[in-house]
């Protein structure tokens, strides 16, 4: 396999409390409205009347877990694949980018990308998307999520050494499934984490749109 | 719904309305010189053939309008090896330029009618390939609503129905144009405009047909899906009901009853006032529901995924 | 990379750096809303290329209340801030992990430097000397004013009201130096944070006041089998690192077992077990398990019999009724009711299975750690939590011992107990105390002495509108408000209850003056705004989250606009009013910072006593143009302040090992309490006097359950038949991870964040219409707000909550508040010891009719305040 670096998310131990996800807006100057890092809550459960206290309720299977997740810089990054610029491309190191250069704004990658990790930025009429804090890599620090996170639930490297040493779940539900991009992630589920793709309960942040 | 899926309603619409009306027009024209010679033929069809061009030229327009970087346009057929995106902006191009050089040459009537043919048929067959690459554009492994066969469908049915009705309304047109500068040729191309017509509805109630037979599709496709996406496009499809109750009333109002009325009227000659208006009713009443139905393609839609 | 050449082109021609951005709005009056918007999600190219030479990381204050306190740097480029990271100063482990901020401290670039920031004092149109048209504070024009006439303004209204009214007509919570060297004022005080623990911990226990003592260390955690977490969600609470020192006990084996109204976010990752329970019922709850303890003799006697009084009627104390133990009242045998756990079920809406199980695993585990928070205790008759918490966890022994300890330790506390490892010097300047109210802020005034004045924040605005107060043993007193003043820390009219009453007492009064950095509720509803500098562009100082390190923090920008500090505020009002403002800051801001880190000490590494943690030299004592003496220490002062954290290496077997009340659990007789009795007092007579000289309640001296106002009894208007009443849901109010407390409640990073959404069980919100993302309208008997309905099952049914500290803004004509800010719904029903019961409300919720813009993209309270 070639070189190809990747996240790993702990999902076990995540308390979905989004430092990462601000210290990714504070690196990248990230107005409100984009989001290249992102933590999504999922969970499920119901309340069962108890058969003698009235108004009394026993909760029944009530759980929720959080993923953190940014670009995937998927071994087959749909992205890159239907970017009719190829602005959108895989680095050797396997980290994708944008060559802004070449990026016409088209949205394209936007609708396809089923992690809504490209994001088109008004001010400049461009997609943006996570470079896997590239600039910080060069000078051999760590991506600035790493570093953020008080739980320490979030690491990088190469993929094939996370793999042999963490697994290889690449998905949890509220993620999409992983044969559709095959996503450069390891995942540790939470204990409750459930398959992509066959979930039985529902992603409950509030969507942020109005 | 924001400027930017405005004007990819607008391309593809405009863009697809005038492969229709080319083809249309070919066939038509074929069919015409056939039965009055090319003289009559052409006069039949000329004028309305000058109109595709603009039409084409302001869906071109308008897709640009959603970009965020126009003037790096150009570098869109950059990825012909993995991007629909990339066909579909090359085939629009040269869409746009063969059969501009056709309408040159048929206008100016340069060379000789085979060639002409010639690249008439290359015209088609490329703005045939454009609207193969727009479904394809859409058919994203990631959209269940657009990933199936029903888009391509759904996108040539609206190709070839917006193509004989903005023809039956251009040659309309044109008609009353003849009447006033060319009275003598009147009674002919009389004829050959009530042939078309009758044709037109013909085409016009089968893709009907087809429409009323993909759009329920479309929903059960979504309704059977078993990803989230699929399941919230199903119930945008919901929350739109009556949208989609008005662009099929429009449609069937448009291309059926209008249609079977203009064929009545096309049967004989004397009838051709209200044929004519008819005609540009129907055009116009479908041309909205198109619109309305395209809307609604991409207001239902749900990616995979977050 | 292309694609930087690419931005650094662009952005050349057309964007503008942040520093070109501060001059030029600066020249232009700052008229320029920038909306936090900096090139989104590109680079500054030019700091970007200037990065490699000319950055620096300045320690940056991380000063909010909201328990961390974390390290953080900034990267300032140029005089301007390009970004953030927290700490890296040394290796990371669980043993001696980085003080890593959360989004809040992350976030604070956009704070300090936000477009938000008041530029220049401010002056109401309609004010005149006397108040003018009072009715528009809140709604009026602003127009910019110099600081002279600023300044000249609220100095001679402090002077005319004090000589017109005297000195109790001006109302202030903080204790201003020029303020109390001017005769004082009438203050506002309560436990707010603590809730109702104070009293109990120190009558019950003999606690001294400072948080962390009845914890045991941090490494201890580790031993312990069960954890339980009693109304505790630390990641939200508890920035920094309490929840993963937790995780570290969890992973050496611990079981958590949370009990809460809401399945949190901490026990979503630490949580084996969740024990739902209805807010302001957890004394119920405490009885059932109690219950269930003694009558399956679970209670550890032995420990009962040797270490507590007033458990059982064996163990009165002398010329106590013996009837009054608690275990009779547990029992019921004199009161009829034994408290079992259907009893307490009905009341706290546990399931008696889990009251049961919970119960026994308390019991049996050992060693066994319970801890509990203020939130539970943030309630009317809040005491009542504390006593029975505190008695269920000595039933269970649990009290001296490794991996044990019945603690409420929180806040910058949490995963922390024992005695500071590193301590910052004192500034060497002098609080001058208020010579109105100089009394303790921890425990309260004293409610035996009759020479403080202050009201309580749940009837300071009752107080300002009807002219009497609460004054513990004196009853009811007299009081004329005149003059409100917002000078210094804090947000009174947002942060106490009953803020629409706080309106009306701001659109009373004859004078309001705020100083603050951004357009706060206080600012709002005032009639002059001073703007202050953020602790970010101040000289520095320290500041610590938890006992095993110090913050050393430097200044980090230049002051914005026209913002100044506090202390010139101060100085400058102080002068123009006479007073000798030399006297009381006698020295320079870099002395007072020198000061707190020569004087900065350090625990010796056997733990014997303290010794100096920095080392400075005559050299640097020149560099620093301060006076001092040279001194050794563990750090030299040069290497402290570019680090900005000194933080005590530990390792599991070291000498700070701290285990709260071993001494008193070895020998009980040489180290008695400093209670009554010198034991732990279950039934507590000091309690008992205590609580009832405030003048509000009366409380048992024995753990008992009264229902609370606005408990879960108050949803019903039959309780026994279980018929609901007019406001049939409970609400309560929640430290929010957007904010500390309204601190930082006007980032939009953290409002997109954080949508500041009302939690409510999907069954009522099914039985109401509403569905998740709704926008709803909460009323309670006080005010209404509007709020996007978060539908979850992660709430027991008939709770709603909502996070506290929205900065209120209110929409006058449709009654409601927009923001959702806690204290429009929470009333002024002052308790206990001046108890804020923040989570005793009822409510009612609807559908609301008109849509509601995400609060990240509301305007930011930009203030440019036209041309005087």
């Known amino acids: ?210 | 719904m924001n400027i930017r899926e405005w004007a990819l309603i607008a391309f593809t619409i405009l863009a697809q309305m005038s492969v229709g009306s080319f083809i249309v027009l070919g066939i038509v024209h074929f069919f015409a010189a056939r039965k009055a010679g090319s003289e009559e033929s052409d006069r039949l069809s000329d004028r309305a053939l000058l109109a595709i061009g603009p039409t084409l030229l302001l869906g071109l327009a308008a897709s640009l309008l959603h970009l965020g970087n126009p003037f790096n346009a150009y570098l869109a057929v950059s990825n012909l090896g993995s991007s629909w995106l990339s066909w579909e902006v090359l085939s629009g191009v040269l869409f746009a330029a063969v059969g501009g050089v056709f309408a040159l040459m048929q206008w100016r009537k340069f060379a000789s009618f085979a060639i002409r043919n010639i690249i008439a048929v290359v015209a088609a067959a490329v703005g045939l390939v454009l609207v193969y690459s727009m479904s394809n554009v859409y058919m994203l492994r990631t959209q269940p609503a657009w990933n199936t066969v029903l888009t391509p469908i759904s996108f040539y049915t609206t190709t070839l129905l917006l193509g004989v009705l903005a023809m039956g309304a251009a040659f309309v047109a044109n008609y009353a144009y003849v009447q006033l500068k060319n009275p003598g040729c009147a009674d002919v191309q009389c004829v050959l405009l009530r042939d078309a017509l009758r044709w037109f509805a013909i085409t016009s109630i089968v893709l009907l047909g087809v429409e009323l037979v993909v759009v329920p599709l479309q929903i059960a496709n979504v309704a059977a899906g078993t990803t989230y996406a699929a399941q919230a496009s199903a119930e945008l499809y919901g929350q739109n009901g009556l949208l989609l109750g008005v662009r099929l009333a429009l449609v069937f109002l448009g291309a059926g009853i209008l249609g079977v009325f203009i064929y009545q009227n096309a049967l004989s000659a004397g009838h051709e006032k209200v044929m004519g208006a008819l005609a540009y009713a129907a055009f116009a009443l479908v041309l909205v529901s198109e619109v309305l139905g395209r809307f609604l393609f991409y207001a239902t839609h749900a990616r995979i995924g977050l | ?868």
């Open chain 3, 1 to 868: 990379m292309s694609e930087n050449n690419f931005l650094t082109k662009a952005l050349d021609e057309t964007v503008l750096t942040r520093r070109s951005f501060l001059k030029w709005s600066a020249a232009l009056g700052g008229a320029v809303a920038l909306s936090g918007d900096f090139t989104p999600g590109l680079k500054k190219a030019e700091a970007a290329a200037t990065a490699a030479t000319e950055s620096k990381w300045v320690p940056a204050a991380c000063w909010h209340n909201c328990g961390g306190r974390c390290l953080i740097k900034a990267q300032v480029v140029d005089g301007t801030v390009t970004r953030v990271k927290t700490d890296d100063t040394h290796a990371d482990s669980p043993d001696f992990p980085q003080q890593r901020g959360c989004a809040r401290g992350r976030s604070q670039r956009t704070q300090a430097l936000g477009a938000d920031r008041l530029k220049y004092p401010m002056k109401r149109v309609g004010w005149a000397p006397g108040g003018g048209k009072k009715e528009l504070r809140g709604k009026d024009q602003w127009v910019r004013i110099s600081w002279d006439e600023a300044l000249n303004i609220v100095a001679s209204e402090f002077k005319r009201v004090k000589e017109t009214y005297g000195n109790k007509a001006i109302l202030s919570k903080n204790n201003n130096a020029f303020l109390a060297a001017y005769g004082g004022n009438m203050s506002i005080w309560g436990t707010t944070s603590s809730g109702a623990w104070p009293q109990p911990s120190k009558t019950m226990q003999a606690t001294s006041g400072s948080w962390g003592e009845s914890g045991n260390d941090r490494l201890d955690y580790r031993n312990a089998k069960l954890i339980v977490l009693w109304g505790s969600n630390p990641i939200w609470s508890s920035g920094g690192s309490p929840t993963y020192n937790y995780l570290q006990a969890k992973k050496a084996g611990a079981k958590f077992i949370f009990v809460d109204p809401f399945y949190n976010d901490s026990a979503m990752v630490l949580g084996d077990q969740w024990i739902p329970v209805r807010p302001s019922t957890d004394t119920a709850l405490l009885m059932g398990i109690a219950y269930y303890m003694i009558t399956n003799k679970l209670q550890d006697q032995a420990f009962l019999d040797k270490y507590t009084s007033g458990f059982d009627a064996e163990h009165m104390p002398k010329g106590a009724d013996p009837k009054e133990n608690f275990k009779d009242y547990v029992l019921g045998t004199y009161d009829g009711t034994p408290k079992t756990p259907e009893w307490a079920s009905q009341i706290c809406g546990t399931p008696p299975e889990l009251i049961r199980s919970l119960a026994q695993e308390i019991a049996t585990t050992k060693p066994m750690t319970i801890l509990s928070t203020s939130s539970p205790a943030r309630t009317y008759l809040g005491e009542q939590f504390a006593q029975a918490f505190l008695t269920v966890g000595w039933m269970t022994g649990n009290v001296g011992l490794p991996g044990a300890m019945v603690s409420d330790n929180q806040h910058s506390r949490g995963s922390y107990g024992g005695p500071a490892l590193v301590r910052s010097g004192g500034t060497g300047v002098a609080a001058v105390p208020n010579p109105l109210f100089n009394q303790p802020t921890y425990f309260g005034p004293d409610p035996a002495n009759k020479e403080w004045y202050g009201m309580v924040w749940d009837e300071v605005w009752d107080a300002v509108m009807t002219g009497k107060y609460t004054a513990s043993v004196r009853g009811k007193l007299d009081c004329d408000i005149k003059l409100i003043s917002h000078l210094g820390l804090g947000a009174a009219l947002n942060q106490s209850t009953n803020l629409l009453r706080g309106i009306e007492a701001h659109r009373k009064v004859e004078f309001v003056v705020t100083s603050s950095s951004f357009f706060t509720t206080n600012a709002k509803y005032s009639d002059v705004v001073l703007p202050v500098t953020t602790m970010w562009e101040r000289e520095g100082g320290t500041t610590s989250g938890n006992p095993e390190m110090l913050i050393w923090y430097s200044k980090v920008v230049e002051p914005l606009f026209e913002a100044k500090d506090d202390q010139w505020i101060e100085t400058e009002i102080g002068k123009r009013l006479g007073l000798d403002m030399q006297k009381i800051y006698p020295i320079s801001d870099k002395q007072m910072v020198f000061n707190q880190i020569s004087g900065a000490t350090v625990m010796k590494a056997d733990a014997s006593g303290y010794e100096p943690l920095v080392t400075i030299t005559e050299a640097d004592i020149k560099e620093l143009g301060v006076t001092g003496k040279p001194q050794m220490g563990r750090i030299g002062i040069k290497e402290y302040k570019e680090k900005g954290v000194y933080q005590v290496a530990r390792t599991p077997g070291d000498k700070f090992g701290f285990i709260a009340k071993a001494a008193f659990r070895a020998d009980p007789e040489k180290n008695p309490l400093k209670t009554a009795s010198g034991k732990l007092e279950i039934y507590c007579p000091a309690l008992s006097k205590v609580i009832e000289s405030y003048g509000w309640n009366k409380l048992s001296a024995t753990p008992k359950y009264t229902p609370p106002v606005e408990g879960v009894e108050a949803t019903f208007s039959d309780f026994k038949n279980k018929v609901k009443g007019d406001y049939p849901l409970q609400l309560y109010t929640i430290h929010y991870a957007r904010r500390s407390h309204s601190t930082l409640d006007n980032i939009p990073w953290l409002r997109e964040a954080f949508p500041q959404e009302f939690m409510i069980n999907s069954m009522d919100a099914a039985a109401r219409g509403i569905k998740h993302g709704d926008i709803v309208k909460v009323t309670s008997m006080h005010g209404s707000v509007i709020r996007p309905a978060f539908v979850t099952d992660r709430i027991i049914p008939g709770v709603t909550a909502l996070g506290e500290g929205a900065w209120a803004d209110l929409d006058e004509l449709a009654g409601v508040d927009k923001a959702g800010a806690t204290n429009t719904l929470n009333g002024g029903n002052p308790t206990g010891q001046g108890t804020q019961p923040y989570n005793s409300c009822v409510v009612q919720v609807e559908k609301y009719d008109k849509p509601l813009l995400p609060d990240y993209k509301w305007p930011q309270r930009i203030m440019l305040g036209k041309e005087a």
């Open chain 1, 1 to 210: 396999m070639r070189k190809q670096l990747g996240f790993h998310i702990n999902s076990s131990i995540c308390t979905g409390c989004k430092a990462c996800q601000i210290a990714c807006n504070d690196k990248n100057d990230l107005s409100v409205g984009l989001k290249w890092r992102k933590v999504v809550q999922y969970g499920s459960g119901s309340w069962l009347s108890h058969p003698v206290q009235p108004a009394v309720y026993t909760p029944n299977n009530v759980y929720a877990y959080t993923v953190s997740f940014a670009c995937m810089h998927c071994e087959n990054p749909i992205c890159v694949e239907v970017c009719p610029t190829t602005a959108m491309y895989k680095r050797d190191d396997g980290v994708v980018l944008i060559d802004a250069n070449k990026c016409i704004g088209c949205r394209y990658c936007e609708w396809a990308c089923p992690y809504g990790e490209p994001q088109f930025n008004e001010t400049v009429g461009k997609m943006t998307k996570c470079n896997f804090c590239e600039d910080l890599l060069a000078k051999g620090e760590n991506p600035a999520c790493v570093d953020a996170c008080v739980m320490r639930a979030i690491e990088f490297g190469d993929l094939a050494e996370l793999r042999s040493k963490l697994g290889t779940v690449t998905a949890v539900e509220p993620l999409p499934v992983a044969n559709l991009t095959k996503p450069s992630v390891v995942v540790t589920p939470h204990k409750h984490s459930q398959v992509s793709g066959r979930g039985t309960g529902r992603i409950l942040g509030l969507v942020q749109e109005a």
